[in-house]
């Protein structure tokens, strides 16, 4: 068992470090404030190769892997957690293309995806269906040589800036077999953002909530070119990118302690330094251990997705590690705003930010709940088992 990483891994990590010092921390605070998307960071992940790590090198990608997107995401994250989801968006619309698509649709779309002239977004969740994502009502009708598209989609990330969207619709009857997966031009006649969302974190990225009005598809972009196989293709990207939620909480939860930890060898308190006050020491000794721990969480669960590993009968090692290390970024968030007491509730301060971003991971890519039943439906099947 290797636990080194490579001299490529390094490198990616040290490019993406540069990246986060130079280019997303200085504005971390104004698009918090603003809620614009950051071309300048999509920019520099594009220059820097960041963009198709998660896409084979004959699909147009690097072919790096899920690993390395990981120490990508984590490093941009300690600073600005939006940053880190934009190397997940890199990710999420394009690999149901990856998993589903002819050798014709994963050349008309991945290619410019990897090298950043497209951007993406992915619509599965709606109105009334969230983690219950079989019981989607969106629906594609066949009419001659296209599909008529109507329905809608909400908490849609990077919708606002996507040139194509990868849609979830039912093209047959009810439950997980009915529904199938298209790429949709955004800018189609029909395709409406009805708004964006006023969101609690991660505002650099927008939601956006859209509608689809007999928006005509071209029947050539249905994903593989059969029906009923979409909701195969939203499960196995979920499944091989959770490792990517987990590495942003990581990241966050790095730019937590870095942060807090600096702040208390400088404040004085009692004539001493906070950090020299062994309630604090063991505080962030505490905290130590659970990134260290969820680290090693992610990082494994990244590997086994880079070893063809994300099917349903590994799908609780993905979930274990996505759920430990988006609550362990909450509770790292938590402790380091508590130690600067007051001054790390204000905004004066990253952490206050870094705690609202932080609630998010809970919640996307399947939330902490929806991971517990994949965790303990693998221990009733005996796929996970103790003794």
Not at 5 to 24: F, G, P, Q, Y
Not at 68 to 79: D, F, G, Q, R, S
């Amino acid at each position: 068992m290797e636990f080194e990483l490579s001299e490529e891994h390094r490198l990616i990590k040290d490019t993406a470090r540069r990246i986060a010092k130079d280019v997303v921390a200085p504005r971390a605070k104004e698009l918090d404030e603003t809620c614009e998307y950051p071309h300048d960071y999509f920019e520099a992940f594009k220059q820097a190769g960041l963009l198709g790590m998660a896409l084979p090198e004959e699909m147009g990608g690097t072919g790096n892997g899920i690993l390395p997107l990981c120490l990508a995401i984590e490093e941009v994250a300690k600073y600005e957690c939006g940053a880190g989801l934009m190397l997940v968006l890199s990710g999420l619309p394009t690999r149901p293309i990856m998993f589903g698509g002819t050798p014709e649709q994963q050349q008309q779309w991945l290619p410019a995806a990897a090298n950043g002239d497209l951007k993406g977004a992915f619509c599965l969740t709606e109105p009334d269906a969230g983690s219950d994502a079989a019981s989607l009502k969106t629906r594609a009708v066949r009419d001659g040589d296209d599909y008529v598209l109507n329905g809608n989609k909400v908490y849609i990330s990077g919708g606002t800036v996507a040139d194509f969207l990868t849609v979830f619709a039912r093209t047959g009857g009810e439950g997980a077999k009915g529904i199938s997966a298209f790429v949709v031009d955004a800018k189609s006649p029909g395709v409406v953002i009805d708004r964006t969302d006023d969101k609690m974190g991660v505002r650099s990225v927008p939601t956006a909530h859209f509608s689809f009005q007999d928006v005509r598809v071209p029947a050539s972009n249905l994903l593989g070119g059969e029906e009923g196989k979409g909701f195969n293709h939203a499960m196995l990207t979920l499944n091989s990118l959770r490792p990517t939620v987990g590495a942003r909480g990581i990241g966050l939860a790095e730019g937590c302690i870095s942060y807090a930890l600096d702040w208390a060898r400088e404040r004085k308190v009692f004539g001493d330094a906070v950090i020299d006050l062994q309630a604090i020491q063991f505080m962030f000794a505490e905290m130590a251990i659970q990134v260290e721990a969820a680290r090693n969480l992610v990082y494994k669960a990244a590997w086994l997705v880079d070893q063809g590993k994300f099917g349903r009968e590994n799908a609780h090692h993905l979930s274990i590690a996505k759920a430990y290390a988006t609550e362990m970024a909450n509770k790292v968030a938590f402790d380091s705003l508590q130690v600067l007491g007051a001054q790390g509730y204000m905004k004066d301060h990253p952490l206050e930010r870094h705690y609202r971003d932080a609630r998010q991971l809970m919640i996307v890519e399947g939330t902490s709940q929806v991971q517990r039943v994949v965790i303990s439906r693998a221990m009733q099947d005996r796929a996970l088992v103790y003794g």
